[in-house]
């Protein structure tokens, strides 16, 4: 069975991002994987209910865990607080990812739903800090092995592993 991989969405030119513009990598493995039928592709901050375009968000006092334990929050430059649309955001991402068998992703950096390395230390002031937004946490937490758009080989060779492995989901 194909091995399928949860993609962001913007990452594969749907225009969600917060701007209202979308960051698709230009890659030719992602495009091969599309034609082979891998790509479960989802937005969690549109899922969990926010607006295109959207006011910018950043964490503040953590990162992504730190949200899903309460005790760090998502907020707006405007100071609304957005948690609750970026867990639940992540808890559709989950979803859609266990009906579809992932047990890999690859998401956009330093978003503050989709980072894996990195997220904007929640100043506003264009700084990023090491840590995982909302839903790569989650992920995470669940076993699934999340990269960036920057390790497209990396996620890559973990497909091929998983597939050659034979490990059941
Ligand atoms: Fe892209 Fe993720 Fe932001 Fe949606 S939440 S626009 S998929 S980075």
Redesign the pocket.
Known sequence: MVERILV????VGRR???DGGAKAVGDEVVGRWRDEGRVVV?????SGGLPVPRPAAEIVGGDGGDVLDGVARVLTEGGEDVSEHFVR?ARLALDAAREAGVRVAL??ES?P??GSLRVYDGRFAGVRVPGHGVTTALLRRAGVRVFSEDQVSGAAECLRELEGSGVPR
């Not at 962001?8 to 990452?11: Q, W």
């Open positions: 962001s969405a913007c990452l969600v991002r917060y989802f937005c969690p901050e549109v955001g998401l956009k978003s739903s989709c």
